[in-house]
């Protein structure tokens, strides 16, 4: 039995009545009272986290709405028909005005408090850094000392710093 997570759709968005929550095939759906034919199963919504490297380490940014202090590797909604890769590549030019480059898939991730899919990959990336309007600060951590945090982007780092030891000790004597 799936539950029904997000708030919303409190009246039909097609004829306005009142919804309910009426389970079908074990899963909670928001259907219309008026039983118009709306049903809204709320499947996840995908969302692209990556890991942007640059030459001095991973980029991590500060989103606006946040808490001050706070920071993570940069995220964005999958639009209509893109391809998560392609909302990676995306992002991070709209995000950081930086060109991403040798683009892996790191993992597939749940952001449960907003129902969010969190599909991660890691990216080289290179120009200047120019932050959009959504973020307002950003650090730069070397990959030695990148650490991962609880949560679904956190764990995206966790693996990927995972799974790139091994492949890059030469520099640690
Ligand atoms: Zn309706």
């Given at each position: 039995m799936s539950h029904y997570i997000t708030p919303s759709f409190?009246?039909?968005?097609?004829?306005g009545a009142k919804t309910q929550l009426k389970s079908i095939e074990e899963q909670q759906v928001k259907t219309c009272a008026a039983q118009c034919g709306f049903a809204h199963f709320n499947n996840p919504t995908p969302v692209a986290a990556v890991i942007v490297e640059i030459p001095q380490g991973v980029v991590l940014a500060h989103n606006?709405?946040?808490?001050?202090?706070m920071f993570s590797i940069i995220t964005g909604f999958v639009d209509p028909l893109e391809l998560p890769i392609d909302t990676a590549i995306r992002e991070t030019q709209e995000e950081l005005g930086l060109k991403a480059y040798d683009v892996k898939y790191v993992g597939q991730y749940m952001f449960k408090a907003k129902n969010q899919l969190i599909i991660a990959y890691s990216v080289k990336a290179q120009g200047k850094i120019e932050l959009n309007h959504e973020l307002d600060e950003y650090k730069v951590v070397p990959v030695e000392k990148l650490k991962g945090w609880p949560g679904a982007t956190g764990e995206a780092v966790s693996d990927w710093i995972h799974s790139i030891k091994g492949s890059r000790k030469t520099s640690q004597s």
């Open positions: 409190e009246y039909c968005p097609n004829c606006v709405a946040w808490p001050q202090g």
